[in-house]
């Protein structure tokens, strides 16, 4: 439960600094950061550094997933990237909830759906989020600004790069805006991972040749979706067929690195909530690092018609 201390001592302190907040958002950020694993996904994802399992399949000691052996790394390429969705939107969550729009177990309750969408749409575009605007003496924070001081509590980093930070946060709210595969994956519409050719698209050349559509990919996750639109006159029913190229050798590096982001926020946070006066923080290298890009959707559509069904 919530210290006493923390109660008596803390709380007036941090209504100085803070003086926004109730002692009701106080003592939630205090519940959420004593016990916050900032490397949870981290920990998910090294599991899948480990070889596939591979048991006797006489008597007793029979395999649970038999053919896990065979198809463990197709299953981790998409696992992978399903782990990076949410990794880093809890870190660009993480961000969001700073002072004074947190606290954290509200940001995360509270921004959803179109707020959600339209905040992730503004941050890869290197834009600062409407409803997230920051005045310092009188001027509104420019993005590379509004990111740092949310990230470092308003504290300053000696070696901090704005800019390579931007990017990192951007390039990620790019990934996480499209929620087709991340849906897919909450939804259980994840087919086997793509070893090749996605769905084996091709055309027909002016030769008679078939040409594929995509290119040769090394991995990637492919899902099957369904839509349906009504009006007073027709039903039309869609199937969605959507990929997108991973790498899960790249994802496992994003991984670590917005672990290491995620600990660095709950850190100072929870020195200002502690009342804590030294702390020691340590920034990842956020270099930008080759993307794979291949996505697409693609729709087969029937309309039915119900005045002549």
């Not at 809890?90 to 759906?113: C, D, E, Q, V, W």
């Not at 996480?176 to 050719?197: P, W, Y």
Request: proline fraction near 4%; charged fraction near 30%.
């Amino acid at each position: 439960m919530i210290s006493e201390q923390f109660k008596a001592e803390r709380i007036p302190a941090l209504r100085k600094k803070y003086p926004r907040y109730s002692d009701t958002m106080f003592e939630a950020d205090w519940l959420f950061y004593k016990a916050f694993d900032p490397k949870y996904y981290l920990r998910l994802a090294a599991q899948f550094e480990l070889p596939a399992f591979v048991s006797d399949t006489i008597g007793n000691e029979r395999d649970l997933i038999p053919d896990n052996a065979e198809r463990h790394i197709k299953t981790k390429t998409s696992f992978f990237r399903f782990i990076r969705y949410l990794s880093s939107e809890t870190l660009i969550l993480h961000l969001l909830s700073a002072y004074p729009f947190g606290p954290l177990p509200k940001t995360l309750s509270a921004l959803r759906n179109d707020e959600l969408n339209k905040a992730l749409e503004s941050i890869s575009l290197g834009k600062v989020p409407q409803k997230f605007a920051i005045l310092q003496d009188g001027r509104a924070l420019r993005f590379s600004e509004w990111l740092e001081f949310i990230f470092l509590s308003g504290e300053k980093m000696e070696d901090f790069d704005r800019d390579e930070f931007s990017r990192f946060i951007s390039g990620e709210a790019r990934l996480i805006k499209n929620r087709d595969a991340v849906n897919a994956f909450k939804h259980g519409r994840i087919q086997e991972g793509i070893d090749g050719q996605p769905f084996q698209v091709s055309i027909l050349s002016d030769e008679g040749e078939r040409q594929p559509i995509f290119g040769e990919m090394r991995g990637g996750v492919q899902w099957v979706g369904w839509e349906e639109k009504c009006s007073l006159s027709s039903l039309t029913q869609s199937i969605k067929l959507g990929f997108e190229e991973v790498d899960h050798g790249l994802d496992y590096e994003v991984i670590k690195k917005s672990s290491a982001l995620n600990q660095i926020v709950r850190d100072l946070r929870w020195a200002i909530l502690s009342g804590d006066t030294e702390i020691s923080i340590f920034l990842p290298d956020l270099a930008p690092m080759k993307q794979h890009s291949q996505r697409s959707i693609l729709k087969l559509d029937t309309t039915w018609d119900k005045e002549s069904s």
